[in-house]
């Protein structure tokens, strides 16, 4: 196959490595995802995912309940990490791939602090690297923390991981006319609120031309098919 994208960051949200569950982790929906990851970085790509931790525990929604917002926030960050642990674990196990976890809160027992040089050598050296605890500042989301990175290591795309086959013009849960957007410019994301990401995330990738295609992650080869520039789920640019 012809590889179209040699860097590429991937955004899985914590709600990927869910599956169908309530909260936590589903090890047969990380086993599957870790198959499509080493399916690409086996073809050569140089791979870097950011993960969220929503499955776990989400700042917003702790401080609505009280919790001192920059505190919950530390909280999600760090949830980022037991995900992050799972999937480097599970990419090793099945496939031997070589991975390391960069966290940007210092860890140093679990993973490698985040040194933009160092993420840099690893990818060219042919190791997934999984960038933990977001962009290490409250405040942020691992969206967001997808964009910077994707713009520090100069990644050519961002695949935005998700459950639904891209961007629709209305919620195809409950508008059966729903259309997908084959392509949508970042301006279109924002004007028309359609949150792919949030907005912080799509002003930074539209500053630095950084192109995020949204696609269903569970669709089996959809990573590879991606890489390889076949059209799948929704392109912004
Ligand atoms: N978070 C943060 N700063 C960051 C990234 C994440 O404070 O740079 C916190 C925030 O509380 C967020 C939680 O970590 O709710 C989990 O990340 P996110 O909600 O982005 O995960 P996802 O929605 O992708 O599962």
Redesign the pocket.
């Known amino acids: 196959m012809s590889i179209k994208y040699r860097r590429v960051l991937l ?6 490595l869910m599956g169908d569950r309530e909260f936590g982790i589903d090890p047969e929906v990380v086993k599957m995802l870790a198959d499509e990851i080493a399916r690409v970085v086996e073809a050569g790509v140089e791979l870097a995912v950011v ?12 401080s609505a309940s009280g919790m001192d917002r ?1 505190t ?6 760090l ?2 990490v037991m ?1 992050a642990l799972t999937l480097q674990d599970a990419l090793e196990q099945q496939h031997q791939i070589q991975t390391r976890l960069l966290s ?1 809160i210092e860890m140093k027992e679990v993973a490698e602090p985040f040194i933009r040089r160092r993420a840099m050598r690893h990818l060219e050296k042919g190791r997934v690297v999984i960038f933990g ?13 997808a964009a910077l990175r994707a713009a520090e290591i100069d990644a050519e795309v961002i695949f935005k991981a998700t459950r639904v086959d891209g961007i629709y013009d209305a919620d195809p849960k409950f508008n059966p006319d729903a259309q997908r957007y084959q392509t949508i410019s970042f301006q279109q994301v924002l004007v028309q609120d359609l949150r792919v990401m949030d907005s912080t995330a799509i002003a930074l990738c539209r500053e630095n031309n950084i192109p995020i295609i949204v696609f269903n992650v569970f669709e089996k080869d959809n990573i590879y098919r991606a890489v390889s520039g076949e059209a799948v789920g929704t392109y912004v640019s």
């Open positions: 955004k899985l949200s914590g709600e990927a993960v969220g931790g929503g499955n776990i525990f989400r700042g917003v929604k702790a920059a919950a926030d530390y909280v999600g960050m949830a980022t995900n940007a605890a977001g962009s290490g500042n409250p405040f942020f989301t691992t969206d967001t923390t």
